[in-house]
């Protein structure tokens, strides 16, 4: 916890300034650990955005082990309750992938596009994460307006024949299903950081304190054991409460319109605690 509390000192006396994706960069190369930089760039955002970004980075680089600005291209167009592996119409053949990805966080460098890859001896789909890179030849990003998070852009991919430079197999249970857990632990603990510099009550800010290092602790478990996935569901429930505290300075605003992010795929989390406390 010492290197924690360490980075939050820091923060306080340096001054962050541009993109989302600039202030990761800078962060980035200031830690050894991409989940010290989301705590760093965390505390000095101005908005949401500019945290949410830097937590995604550091969970994308803890399920893939690279260093870069990415991102995993999995949801595909159609209804939510056709979200899961039997549905993935991306299709991966001859070293290229094709198929087209409903949401995918735009102006990144790599791209792990999960795909179908032919068919298992148990007759499912082979699924894996296939890596593409800019400029990504062969793909049409249309961007989507969002009413939040203006500051994070995001497209609707088509992938035509996108040459892959490499792929995972067995996707769906080593990096997508245990991404989810890593995702809202590395957000959460940015934007902890972030409410944690807009605050001037003593005891929020301790509260905030207490959530990072709870975070800190489960960062470094198995994102897939149940009992992660249930102290993870006790925090987010406590941050939930904690974000009806005071929000001052510039995070402020953004937090008025862009914290519903905290309520993206609420379905998908009760799924996933429910299954954790179920009996193996």
């Not at 290229?96 to 791209?111: M, N, P, Y």
């Not at 290092?213 to 897939?224: E, F, K, Q, V």
């Amino acid at each position: 916890m010492d290197a924690v509390w360490a980075v939050l000192r820091e923060a306080e006396g340096a001054v962050q300034a541009g993109t989302p994706v600039e202030r990761w960069r800078v962060a980035r190369d200031r830690f050894e650990d991409p989940f010290l930089a989301a705590i760093f760039v965390g505390r000095g955002a101005e908005t949401v955005g500019q945290a949410f970004f830097a937590g995604y980075q550091a969970a994308m680089e803890r399920s893939t082990g690279e260093r870069a600005v990415q991102a995993v291209l999995v949801n595909e167009p159609g209804p939510p309750e056709a979200s899961g592996p039997a549905h993935v119409r991306t299709r991966l053949e001859d070293g290229r992938v094709s198929g087209t990805k409903s949401f995918a966080l735009d102006g990144i460098e790599v791209g792990w596009v999960l795909a179908r890859a032919g068919t298992r001896v148990d007759g499912r789909a082979e699924l894996v994460l296939a890596r593409i890179e800019a400029p990504f030849d062969g793909s049409v990003w249309e961007p989507i307006r969002l009413p939040w998070l203006v500051d994070v852009p995001h497209s609707r991919v088509a992938l035509d024949g996108v040459p892959v430079t490499e792929v995972r197999p067995d996707a769906w249970a080593t990096v997508v299903k245990p991404f989810r857990t890593v995702e809202d632990l590395g957000v959460l603990t940015a934007l902890a950081s972030a409410r944690l510099g807009a605050t001037g009550v003593l005891t929020e800010q301790e509260a905030w304190m207490a959530m990072l290092a709870g975070l800190s602790a489960l960062w470094r478990a198995d994102p897939d054991h149940p009992w992660t996935i249930r102290a993870l569901a006790d925090l987010q429930a406590r941050f939930a409460r904690e974000s009806e505290g005071s929000v001052t300075g510039p995070l402020a605003r953004s937090w008025a319109t862009d914290s519903r992010l905290l309520g993206i795929a609420a379905r998908a989390r009760e799924i996933r605690l429910h299954r954790a406390r179920s009996p193996a």
